[in-house]
Structures are given as structure tokens and as C-alpha cells.
């Protein structure tokens, strides 16, 4: 059965994104849309445009039964979460199953499983998966977290089972960091996601963040895409990713790929689905997490693969077999995503405002993924990524080179953007290197603080 | 008298301080969220907060009064 109308629960450019491979396949689109977004591209675009709330999250993208009465009543088939919002929400994935209307994700099972890293890292370790040295179960109290961080050996990090986005998450380096730090972090966590639970993990000197992409469908047909490498992050967030990794040797590639695929399997994934590892500077890798939804990143894997990954969501979600056998695939090329960020290049401070100016580079090798337009006004509401500029070519140097020359013709005005800070990165020595390791922002570009 | 004052647009995520409360040049006093980003608003002067003209939820312009300080 093919879907014939889905509804886009999220917003900005990644709803456009959904929409573009819908009207590619004939797939009729119902937008939702919050007070702020009501000037929005993406709501235009959609064939069908509903209301959901006032501008919060909470009261609007996040409105669970809000947005399971508007498929109701619009007679979708399936709703497609985009990423961040409900995407890894098991709650939701279940309240679609109850109605009868297809989550285009994974089994909400998996959401669960994944949602909270301790189990995860649990799961990983009984399959086999290689994970970082730490605890297993939940760190009681700072008595016994100074314990275990003198048995794994300090530096170690500090994280929130129920974390993300680098919230409720500190590296310590000693005793008396721990101490100060664990009960702020975990009262943060407490705060933000409602648990405050703490677990202590190594820390991977030099490490990269790649990750591996997975489709997999409800026939036990599993396939890795290859890798991403995300390691050039500022407040724990990616700002540039890149497909392949310059670090990997083949035979690393080889075994993440065969790990990540070992990894779904255990957990009997299907869709689409990323392993995040971190892999150090001798190619040893480690689970960090599984993200089980489609990746802001997702399209340099689509560049070098050819493999629209949003039509795949649909046809796996709609219980078509995968298509695609590993020995099918093959990197072609390379392509870099320099996300566009609505905030100041240096501090990273948001900045909400009308874009009063827009103009963006052309040409074969560049692919637009964006949510704005020229006189629409970016809303302190949402996360600050504004769009994502994608350049593919042949090789990683023509990749950089191209990179560089389309963010310098990149002009938003009205609003600050990271653009300078992206170029910076581009044109330093380190990335041109390969050099691109986790703490690549603190080393290379701002190494007087920030 | 000195006022403190929203340095951008967001909401109003947690109030750090109570009025009457003694507070120092450079203590917190809100923190705003913005763009899923916390943004620590301080005081920038010693001084007793006289008033919180903002509640934990509201949500603010740049350039908006959040406190007084005395």
C-alpha cells in the first residue's frame, strides 16, 4: 500500500524537505502550522495548512492530541515527523499506532529503547557493539560517581540518560569538578527532560563524531549508507557535516557498517535510523547513540549515495520490502552541509529578527535545504537553524573549494548568521587536514575561550 | 535605581532571584529562553531587587524591563 496523503508533523526546512520528495512521488502534503508560522514557506507549500496552537512548542508542535485530531479529520495515512519536536517521541509513535494512522519512524518499542542512553548502552553492549567505558546503571549520588570516575580514570563526562543537545552533559577532571558539577547538571536534566538521572562515560581524547546510516525494513532487510562526519560542533550542536570521513580507513568503514547494522538488528529496527559513534585518531570506535529518526544531516548521505532517504521512509513505513542490498552501494564523490544558523558567529547568541535581504548561491553541485524567505521574521520560538547549504563533488579538496566560494556569494541580512564562522572553518589548515575532531571550534577557531 | 533588562527576544524560563534579595554585579537574576538556547540575564550593579516586572512563562522583547535594582 502506498501512502496517497501524509501529514508533516514539524515545521521550517525539513517540513520543505518531506514536501518535495512527497510532490515527487504524488504524495499529498497537510501542513501544521503555530502563530508564528503562519507567514511561513513551508505552510504554503503544503497542499492542506491547519492551525495547531499558539507559537510555544508545547502549545503547538508538541500538542500530541492536537495533532493526532488534525490527521483524524484531514484523512491522512501517515505522518512523517521530520526531526527534533515529536520525531523521537515513543508516546506519540504509540498514539499514532492506537488511531491507525502510520508513524513514519520506527516501532515506538525502539523510540523507548533508544530514548534512554543507559538502556541503550545496555542494548549495544549485550549485541556487541563496542561502547564506552562507564557505568551501566543509573550513578545514585556524587559518592559514588567520584568512585566510579576513579576506576574508569578521569577525564570522564558527566551525562543525562535522558539528554540531548549537549544539556545536563560536562566534562570533569578531578574530584572536586565532580562534586560541583553533578548535582547541577542533574537538577538541569531534571528541569528539561523530567529525570534527572546521571551516568558517568570516558572521555575519548582526539575523538571524532561519526555516524552511520541505516535503512531497514519490517522484512529483517538492513543496509548502512555509510558514514557522516559531524565532528565540527559548537554548544554540542553540529555545524558542519561531511560524507565520507576523511578519518576512516576502509576497513573501519567496513566494521561501523557491519556494527551499526548488528546494532538495528538487536532492537528489530525498521526505517531510517543513525548510529552515532565516536572513533578515535587509532580508528577505534564506540556506540554513542542511536538516533531513530531522519538526521538534519541526512542529505550529504543522499549526495553520495543517490538514494532519496525520505522516499525510503515512506515505502518502508508502508510496508514495502528495502529495495537495496548492501553490496549495491557505494560512496560516489564527496559532499559537505554547512548548516545555516540564526546567531552570532563568535558567542552563539541567538538572533531573532526579520531577514531583510536573501540571496542565495547557484550551480550544479549546490543543493538548498532552507525554511526562510526574504522578508519573513525568525521567531525566538524554535532552534536557530535557519537552512542547510549542500555541495557535492568530486573529491574532498573540490567538495572544500566549493564550499567556500557558494557561503562567500551566501548573503542573509537583517539577522547575524554563522556564515563567517563556517567560512573560518572551511578555510582553515586543520579541516582542509582532516583534523576534524569533537573540540575542533575550541582548538582551531576561538582557542581564547568560548 | 538600575534596571535590568532583556538583551533579546525569548521567554522567560526560570526566575533566579526573589524581590527584597540582595544581589551583586553580575548575578543572575532571569534566564531567558531563546531559540532552545538559555541566555542568563545579570545584574549590573550591587543592590537590593526592588521589583520582578516578569513571571516565569512571559515572554519578552529586547529591550524589555525584567527587574529593578536598588
Redesign the interface.
Known amino acids: 500500500m502506498s501512502f496517497t496523503k501524509i501529514l508533516i508533523a514539524n515545521r521550517g526546512e525539513i517540513a520543505i524537505r518531506v514536501m518535495k520528495t512527497c510532490k515527487r512521488l504524488n504524495v499529498k502534503t497537510v501542513a501544521i502550522y503555530s502563530e508564528a508560522d503562519e507567514q511561513a514557506p513551508f505552510v504554503k507549500m503544503a497542499d492542506e495548512a491547519y492551525p495547531v496552537g499558539p507559537s510555544?512548542v508545547q502549545e503547538s508542535y508538541l500538542n500530541i492530541e492536537k495533532i493526532i485530531e488534525i490527521a483524524q479529520q484531514t484523512n491522512v495515512d501517515a505522518i512523517h515527523p521530520g526531526y527534533g519536536l515529536l520525531s523521537e517521541n515513543a508516546g506519540f509513535a504509540k498514539r499514532c499506532k492506537e488511531v491507525g494512522i502510520t508513524f513514519i519512524g520506527p516501532d515506538y518499542t525502539c523510540i523507548e529503547k533508544m530514548g534512554s542512553k543507559i538502556e541503550a548502552r545496555r542494548t549495544m553492549k549485550t549485541a556487541g557493539v563496542p561502547v564506552i567505558p562507564g557505568t551501566e546503571d543509573p550513578v545514585k549520588n556524587v559518592e559514588e560517581a567520584k568512585k566510579i570516575a576513579n576506576e574508569i580514570g578521569y577525564p570522564v563526562m558527566l551525562k543525562a540518560s535522558a539528554g540531548g543537545?549537549g544539556i545536563g552533559m560536562q566534562v570533569v577532571s578531578d574530584d572536586a569538578q565532580l562534586e560541583k558539577a553533578f548535582d547541577g547538571n542533574s537538577q538541569r536534566a531534571k528541569?528539561f527532560f523530567g529525570d534527572g538521572t546521571m551516568f558517568l562515560e570516558k572521555v575519548i581524547e582526539n575523538a571524532h563524531h561519526i555516524e552511520m546510516q541505516l535503512l531497514a525494513d519490517h522484512f529483517g532487510n538492513t543496509v548502512h549508507l555509510f558514514e557522516r562526519e559531524c565532528s565540527v560542533q559548537r554548544?554540542h550542536q553540529k555545524v558542519i557535516e561531511e560524507a565520507p570521513s576523511p578519518l576512516l580507513t576502509e576497513k573501519t568503514r567496513k566494521n561501523m557498517g557491519d556494527a551499526a547494522i548488528k546494532a538495528a538488528k538487536a532492537i528489530n529496527y525498521a526505517n531510517a535510523g543513525t548510529i552515532e559513534f565516536l572513533v578515535d585518531e587509532d580508528q577505534n570506535f564506540y556506540f554513542l547513540e542511536m538516533n531513530t529518526r531522519l538526521q538534519v544531516e541526512h542529505p550529504i548521505t543522499e549526495q553520495i549515495t543517490g538514494i532519496d532517504l525520505v522516499e525510503k521512509q515512506l515505502e518502508i513505513a508502508s510496508g514495502k520490502q528495502l529495495d537495496i542490498k548492501q553490496s549495491d552501494l557505494s560512496i560516489k564523490g564527496h559532499a559537505i552541509e554547512a548548516r545555516i544558523y540564526?546567531?552570532d558567529p563568535k558567542t552563539?547568541?541567538?538572533?531573532?529578527g526579520k531577514i531583510t535581504n536573501l540571496s542565495l548561491p547557484k550551480g550544479e553541485h549546490i543543493r538548498h535545504e532552507i525554511g526562510v524567505e526574504e522578508g519573513f521574521t525568525v521567531?525566538?520560538?524554535?532552534?536557530?537553524m535557519i537552512a542547510k547549504l549542500i555541495i557535492s563533488g568530486e573529491t574532498r579538496e573540490e567538495a572544500i573549494q566549493k564550499s567556500m566560494e557558494a557561503l562567500e556569494q551566501y548573503v542573509v541580512e537583517g539577522i547575524k548568521t554563522n556564515i563567517p564562522l563556517l567560512s573560518l572553518v572551511l578555510n582553515s589548515k586543520a579541516f582542509q587536514e582532516g583534523l576534524t575532531r569533537t573540540s575542533f571550534i575550541r582548538d582551531y577557531i576561538y582557542p581564547n575561550g568560548k | 535605581m538600575n534596571q535590568v533588562v532583556a538583551s533579546m527576544a525569548g521567554s522567560v524560563w526560570k526566575i533566579v532571584v526573589q524581590e527584597g534579595e540582595t544581589v551583586s554585579n553580575g548575578q543572575d537574576i532571569v534566564i531567558l529562553e531563546s531559540m532552545k538556547m538559555e541566555i542568563p540575564i545579570a545584574a549590573e550593579v550591587d543592590g537590593v531587587v526592588k521589583e520582578l516586572k516578569v513571571s516565569e512563562g512571559d515572554f519578552v522583547n529586547e529591550g524589555d524591563v525584567i527587574a529593578v535594582i536598588e
Open positions: 510555544r543537545g528541569n554548544r540564526a546567531e552563539f547568541f541567538p538572533s531573532p521567531t525566538p520560538f524554535y532552534d536557530p
